[in-house]
């Protein structure tokens, strides 16, 4: 993921058998058990906060000149949910796009802000 991360795109899995989209990525589908999984790449993706929390404390110094953080629970239109950070007008039922970057320390990370 960290290397369609890197281009600003994000990368989820899809099973080839079921149709299953899931994240985080696994080695099998948690539908159906096969392992015939491919990376469906996009831009951006639309879904829904379905929580949201902030965080005014972490262990990783890269985090803690941006506290507090905005983070929460975004279920995808295809399926899965996603923890990632939420930027400014998102709450608990809000529509938003996600999308995908790289952080300074090379992680993929993933981001929501409103659909307007």
Known sequence: MA?????DLLALQHCTACGTVQY??????V???????EWRI?????GEVLADTELHHSHDPAF???LPLHVG???LEMGPTAVCFL????D???RVRLTAHNDTAGRPVLTATPIS
């Open 31 to 37: 539908a159906c058990l096969t392992d015939e999984l």
């Open 87 to 90: 930027t400014d007008g998102c």
């Open 92 to 94: 608990a039922g809000t």
């Open 3 to 7: 290397e369609y991360a890197a281009r």
């Open 64 to 66: 803690r000149d941006r």
């Open 73 to 75: 629970l975004v279920r």
């Open 42 to 46: 996009s831009d951006a993706v639309d």
């Open 24 to 29: 985080p990525p696994r080695e099998l589908c």
